[in-house]
């Protein structure tokens, strides 16, 4: 019988007891697509990945990043053409510069991920990134969803939202 301390554990399963402090670095301070787990008393187990910002425009905690390139390296708020990328890869933790590298949150607790005005989320409702409005969150099944938006369900509102913002769970690779 294999002792308990000889358990596998999942690739990347350090947690991590202190806070992320850095965000739009010119350079990565970890590697690129690296799994953050974080444990803190408010909000338990939180997930992070390190990704790279690839547009002109910088985002705010709260906004929805999707994928801009098969390979799950790049981040934009605007859903494009490409059906190879446009896969929610997280939600902003915290403010990432144009350009530059940064942490989004993909699994766990967040306090204001950013919605559609006509997102109408009601507690309980899964969550998927809207083509319409960059950055921004929908109720999965609302008016003016798509088929494909269907295919980008991020997490569960656990909260109804305040018309801007909404607090939710978010379960991506998790």
């Avoid at 444990?39 to 910002?53: A, G, H, M, S």
């Avoid at 494009?80 to 766990?108: C, E, K, P």
Wanted: with cysteine; hydrophobic share 40%; charged share 15%.
């Amino acid at each position: 019988m294999a002792h308990p301390s000889s358990v596998s554990r999942p690739i990347g399963g350090h947690t991590w007891g202190t806070v992320i402090t850095y965000n739009s670095a010119t350079a990565p301070k970890d590697d690129l697509g690296m799994i953050r787990d974080e444990y803190d008393t408010t909000y338990r187990l939180c997930k992070y990945e390190i990704v790279f910002k690839n547009c002109g425009t910088p985002c705010v905690d709260g906004d929805v990043m999707v994928y801009n390139d098969k390979y799950n390296a790049k981040v934009t708020r605007t859903i494009g053409t490409d059906v190879l990328a446009n896969r929610v890869a997280g939600v902003a933790f915290g403010a990432i510069a144009a350009s530059a590298y940064g942490w989004i949150q993909v699994y766990g607790y967040h306090d204001a991920i950013k919605v559609s005005s006509s997102g109408n989320i009601a507690s309980g409702d899964s969550m998927v990134a809207s083509a319409a409005s960059t950055g921004l969150a929908l109720r999965n099944g609302a008016a003016g969803a798509t088929n494909a938006e269907h295919l980008r369900v991020f997490g569960q509102a656990v909260a109804a939202d305040n018309t801007t913002s909404v607090e939710g769970f978010i379960n991506l690779n998790g």
